[in-house]
């Protein structure tokens, strides 16, 4: 299993732009498909962005319609790292968001019950 732990959340304006980071450590990186997620105060925790492990090097992302064409899901395997490129923010952005890590195949669950491994969570807060 591999451990992770985010970074880079921060309070912006909206429009600005924001880019979140995850480092994992402990198992083999590139094996996992690994996805973001986030949680607003009240509201339940909703899928993000996810990027496929489907073998070899090759991945697949999938994204939430709220942020597509907004936010880019990317990894660094050298560095055993996942980001995510935030864009033209907006309030209804502001949540904390959380890593997460499963070790199967193209997972792309929406689900947050479907995912193995979690962080701990980085606060965006976008302000208007």
Request: hydrophobic share 35%; glycine share 8%; charged share 20%.
């Amino acid at each position: 299993q591999v451990q992770l732990v985010e970074s880079g959340g921060a309070l912006v304006q909206a429009g600005d732009s924001l880019t979140l980071s995850c480092a994992a450590s402990g198992d083999t990186f590139r094996r996992y498909s690994v996805a973001w997620f986030r949680q607003a105060p009240g509201k339940e925790r909703e899928f993000v962005a996810a990027h496929g492990w489907i073998g070899s090097n090759v991945y697949s992302p999938y994204y939430a319609d709220s942020v597509k064409g907004r936010f880019t899901i990317s990894r660094h395997n050298a560095k055993s790292t996942v980001f995510l490129e935030m864009n033209n923010l907006k309030p209804e952005d502001t949540a904390l968001y959380y890593c997460a890590a499963d070790d199967r195949r193209d997972h792309k669950q929406v689900a947050p019950s479907e995912w193995r491994t979690w962080g701990q969570g980085t606060q965006v807060t976008v302000s208007s």
